[in-house]
């Protein structure tokens, strides 16, 4: 069984700064892209940004030059550094990767149960 776990959520001061990270555990061949997508009280879940295995990564708009994402394919985990956090950027984070899971042979979409990150003003 493949599960996605996020870890680093809190409550931040606007202005500070946090750590996700999230990790696959179970029996797969390989990941192939990771993401984070947000979901605000009220409001549908979205992307954040996008990492393939080699490295290229997208933002959405809204946190570009404030967020990295980053991936570490020996440990099976994808962070994101969130720095400059707004009271906006308050959201349940979730981990999302593109994984073959050597029970199927099939690539399937999976995600984690997230993590909440309050930014207080």
């Known amino acids: 069984q493949v599960q996605l776990v996020e870890s680093g959520g809190g409550l931040v001061q606007a202005g500070g700064s946090l750590r996700l990270a999230c990790t696959a555990s179970?029996?797969?061949?390989?990941?192939?892209?990771m993401a984070w997508y947000r979901q605000a009280p009220g409001k549908e879940r979205g992307l954040v940004a996008t990492i393939t295995r080699d490295g290229n990564t997208d933002y959405v708009d809204s946190v570009k030059g404030r967020f990295t994402i980053s991936r570490d394919n020996a440990k099976n985990t994808v962070y994101l550094q969130m720095t400059s956090l707004k009271p906006e950027d308050t959201a349940v984070y979730y981990c999302n990767a593109d994984l073959v899971p050597i029970a199927t042979k099939r690539t399937g979409n999976y995600w984690g149960k997230g993590t909440l990150v309050t930014v207080s003003s």
């Open positions: 179970g029996h797969f061949f390989s990941i192939s892209s």
